[in-house]
């Protein structure tokens, strides 16, 4: 008799190895996500947090329509998954991010969604992830030291609001739930389809407060190529690149992107703004680097 699959699973991934692909697929993530935090910001200068969350998602979802695909169906049982994904991993972070930067500066959002990576290892040992080694835990922690270390220089004396800090931390534990779920539906649907639905469905959930936030908003082309960026770029094929690379290595080691944001967001900073480093934030970088190849390490056979 077949063994009866959980409503919630999670995955080792495809890949034992972190290998060239998978390095790729971090690598177009995590210049990407580099500078998401920054276009939220320029959209809050028209948009209200309603329409910034819709608008992305829209975008998001209207890419991935563009890009063709078979015709996937999805098992009845796997809708409640992906309708979760929709809540947790894009619809509600997409909000809370938003409501988040009115309180809080994107240093401190960015600082705080560090803890992603941790996050996703406690959701993957609580879903009965047996593969992960130590080296990878300690690679997740010395990662966090290094983003504190790399973005102590910004938060210090940044705004701050604990309603902003309250709504980022939920966005947080979306995100890392999100990561432990999404795996298991990629493997057997694809990136694509999985994270079209979710967003289509993200989006019709979102529509009531997207036209609620219209009277709150005005319109600016800035800010309106800002949400275009970051719907296009990070919201619809990101998304896409990250699910596959969940897929492939599971989520405990694709959540190394989290650390690997702040690293690009601060490079671009240095090269195209004439910005310096502090010696705490190279030597952050650092252990960032330190973290992120003890994190990615291969992992724990397990028997069937």
Not at 38 to 65: C, D, K, Q, V, Y
Request: aromatic share 6%; proline share 3%.
């Amino acid at each position: 008799m077949a063994e009866r699959r959980r409503v919630l699973e999670t995955s080792d991934g495809t890949s034992p190895r972190f290998g060239a692909v998978e390095w790729g697929l971090l690598a177009v993530t995590s210049i990407t996500w580099g500078s998401s935090y920054l276009w939220i910001a320029l959209g809050l200068e028209s948009f209200a947090p309603g329409l910034i969350a819709w608008l992305r998602l829209a975008l998001g979802a209207g890419t991935l329509a563009l890009i063709k695909r078979e015709d996937v169906a999805i098992a009845r049982r796997d809708w409640s998954v992906i309708t979760l994904i929709a809540v947790v991993g894009n619809a509600g972070p997409a909000l809370a991010f938003a409501v988040a930067e009115q309180t809080l500066e994107s240093s401190v959002v960015g600082m705080l969604t560090a803890a992603v990576p941790l996050a996703t290892l406690v959701v993957a040992l609580m879903l009965g992830n047996r593969s992960i080694r130590l080296v990878h835990a300690a690679g997740l922690l010395l990662g966090l030291i290094g983003v504190v270390m790399l973005s102590v220089d910004n938060v210090v004396g940044a705004k701050t609001g604990v309603a902003g800090i309250v709504y980022t931390m939920l966005a947080v534990f979306g995100y890392a739930v999100t990561a432990n779920v999404i795996g298991p539906v990629v493997e057997r649907y694809g990136a694509v389809a999985v994270i079209l639905r979710a967003q289509v469905i993200s989006v019709v959930l979102l529509t009531p407060s997207g036209l609620f936030a219209l009277a709150d908003s005005s319109f600016s082309w800035s800010a309106f190529i800002a949400i275009a960026i970051l719907g296009v770029l990070g919201t619809g094929m990101a998304r896409s690149v990250q699910a596959a690379l969940v897929a492939r290595a599971g989520a405990p080691r694709a959540s190394v992107v989290g650390y690997l944001v702040p690293v690009v967001a601060a490079v671009l900073g240095v090269v195209f703004l004439d910005e310096t480093m502090s010696s705490a934030e190279i030597a952050g970088l650092a252990i960032i680097t330190i973290g992120a190849f003890l994190g990615t390490r291969k992992v724990r056979s397990v028997a069937a």
